[in-house]
């Protein structure tokens, strides 16, 4: 408890199904007989998960990544329950000038760049996944 | 041979997962049962005290009442508008449909801090609204994109010849939207709701810039008494409200399914 160690932790915890989620919804669009054509062919199950399922899989993956980013780089509550009250991330500086110290000028570009941050990496991911879809 | 062991490690992994999503919420229920001051775990002794403590916690009841009022007049506002928008959307080809549904959808990518403050600071600039209205604006506006979402994908799932065949039996505009399109797509309507609901119920870091020093929601009341006690009085609080959750979350998966809702279908 209250450790950087114990804040990824958190963030792992309560962001985990998100990822699995978007995942998933990826892994149900592929074509059931895509993996059972490798197995046919030879593929053990561990190859089919490497050269098949990981491969067509990949823009859910990177959607998912980008998801739990945003979302944990956002994040106030587990890191301020969870973390040391030494070490700060910019959601718990955020909080503190606005509510603490008042100093909203500080705090508003905190949050600009916060959001700039977060808008900036959805939108190189979401360009990487169209090209990796056009590509397949 | 080898394929035994790959499904030894797989089954293992799957196991290990398990441990480590549910164990946290297990040790919170048995810590709220034990009978020690402090949180401890495995819990000393059996009582319900904490419960009692928990119930009678003036703090967690009073943002007990203010979450579930917030969270259901919010659902209540945002869910017609949701539902509204995903029709249009849906249905008709206009120019900027994208666009409006990309700023429908916005919130999604809006951190809950970012619109709270965004929303603290332009409420204290006209200086309007209470902490009420300023918890029901910026709830209303998170769970829209969520009510918008699970519509679109119940009316995308929709076989558009049903409401031909209405239309072709004579029904009116109004009649095949009311007997025909919203009964087929209830499921969807419902399932955003819900969740739109949890989510607001559960909602802290947007609530933290929109609350005052009377008007505080339970997340944020959970936080501010978790700072100053260790008492398991807030893991009693929390094991009745995972048992409500989960009853909620049941209900979603037996109306449209949590991959519906959750799933990465914008």
């Keep these: 408890m209250y450790t950087d160690f114990a804040v990824v932790m958190g963030l792992v915890h309560v962001l985990l199904p998100y990822a699995v989620l978007t995942i998933l919804a990826s892994l149900d669009k592929l074509d059931p007989n895509l993996p059972e054509a490798a197995k046919t062919l030879g593929a053990s199950g561990f190859t089919v998960l490497r050269d098949v399922l990981f491969p067509l899989a990949l823009p859910g993956v990177v959607a998912a990544g980008t998801i739990v980013f945003s979302l944990a780089m956002s994040s106030y509550v587990t890191p301020a329950l969870m973390g040391s009250p030494k070490s700060k991330v910019v959601t718990t500086v955020v909080y503190q000038q606005f509510v603490v110290v008042f100093n909203w000028h500080f705090g508003a570009v905190l949050v600009a760049i916060l959001l700039a941050t977060s808008l900036l990496i959805i939108l190189l991911t979401l360009s990487a996944v169209s090209r990796m879809r056009t590509a397949q | ?266």
Excluded: C
């Design chain 2, 1 to 266: 041979m080898k394929k035994d062991a790959s499904e030894i490690v797989l089954k293992f992994v799957e196991i290990a997962l398990y441990v480590f999503l549910l164990a946290p919420l297990v040790m919170v229920v048995a810590t709220s049962f034990g009978e020690e001051a402090v949180q401890t775990f495995p819990p000393r002794g059996f009582s319900l005290a904490w419960y009692a403590k928990a119930l009678a916690e003036p703090s967690f009841m009073a943002g007990l009442k203010l979450s579930l009022f917030v969270a259901a007049l919010a659902t209540a506002i945002a869910t017609p508008i949701g539902v509204a928008a995903a029709i249009a959307i849906h249905r008709n080809r206009f120019p900027g449909r994208n666009a409006l549904q990309a700023f429908l959808l916005g919130p999604l990518l809006v951190p809950g801090i970012v619109l709270g403050i965004a929303i603290l600071v332009v409420a204290t600039a006209l200086d309007v609204g209470s902490a009420t209205e300023r918890l029901l604006f910026g709830h209303t506006l998170a769970i829209l994109p969520y009510s918008i979402r699970t519509t679109l994908a119940a009316l995308t799932r929709l076989d558009p010849t049903i409401e031909e065949a209405a239309k072709l039996f004579g029904a009116s505009d109004t009649q095949t939207l009311f007997y025909v399109t919203l009964p087929a797509v209830a499921p969807g309507i419902v399932a955003g709701a819900i969740f739109g609901f949890i989510l607001s119920f559960d909602e802290a870091a947007l609530s933290l810039f929109l609350i005052d020093v009377d008007t505080v929601t339970l997340p944020v009341a959970i936080i501010s008494h978790v700072e100053f006690n260790v008492d398991p009085s807030v893991t009693a609080l929390s094991a009745m409200l995972i048992l409500g959750t989960l009853f909620l979350t049941l209900l979603i998966e037996r109306t449209l399914g949590l991959r519906q809702v959750l799933g990465n279908n914008a």
